[in-house]
Every structure is written in structure tokens, then in C-alpha cells.
Nanobody, 115 residues
């Protein structure tokens, strides 16, 4: 069992910044991948960014150069720093952790970017 708690969502204007945090607890020994997905109304959930324990990262093309994912392995926490936000970034953001053949999701946090 892995529990994920997210924080940091909110409302910002176009061009603003937000930081999202995901803290994992439970069966978290040597977690490999951690990341963030997002889902906008009427759209499928999509990968935003992922990071491996060794620091290797993967980003959606739409956020490259604007978002940065990082992690603190000792704290089992992943952070998504979002800069130069656009209205199309508006979505519910979910922390994502695959573990032992199962995918764990955070509760979701709303990010809204106003024009």
C-alpha cells in the first residue's frame, strides 16, 4: 500500500507559477518512478512529467522548458515546479506512483490558470 498526499494547487494568472508537492508514505522502500498526470474536463488523463529514482526525467512536449520535476528520495516526495503557466495547463493534477504492478494516485489538486 502506498499513500500519496498532494498539495500546492491553486489559481494563478497566465505567466504565473505554482509548485505542486506529492508526499508518499506506506510501502515506499526504494520507489522508482514518481510523477504527475493531469486531466482537464472532457479530456483523457495525460502524463505531465515523471522522474526515476536515479534522476532521469520525462516530460510532455507541451510543458518542456516550463515545468521541472524533482524528488527528494529521503523524504519520498516529488515536486513539480510549473512556470510560465498557460490557460491550457488548467486541469486536475494527480501524483502517480507505480508499485508492484499497481498504480497509486494522489487525491488530485486543481490548477486553474486565468487568461
Amino acid at each position: 500500500q502506498v499513500r500519496l498526499v498532494e498539495s500546492g494547487g491553486g489559481l494563478v494568472q497566465t505567466g504565473g507559477s505554482l509548485g505542486l508537492s506529492c508526499a508518499a508514505s506506506g510501502n515506499i522502500f526504494s520507489l522508482n518512478a514518481m510523477g504527475w498526470y493531469r486531466q482537464a474536463p472532457g479530456k483523457q488523463r495525460e502524463l505531465v512529467a515523471a522522474i526515476m529514482r536515479d534522476g532521469n526525467t520525462n516530460y510532455a512536449d507541451s510543458v518542456k522548458g516550463r515545468f521541472t520535476i524533482s524528488r527528494d528520495n529521503a523524504k519520498s516526495t516529488a515536486v513539480l515546479q510549473m512556470n510560465s503557466l498557460k490557460p491550457e495547463d488548467t486541469a486536475v493534477y494527480y501524483c502517480w506512483v507505480p508499485r508492484d504492478g499497481y498504480v497509486y494516485w494522489g487525491q488530485g489538486t486543481q490548477v486553474t490558470v486565468s487568461s
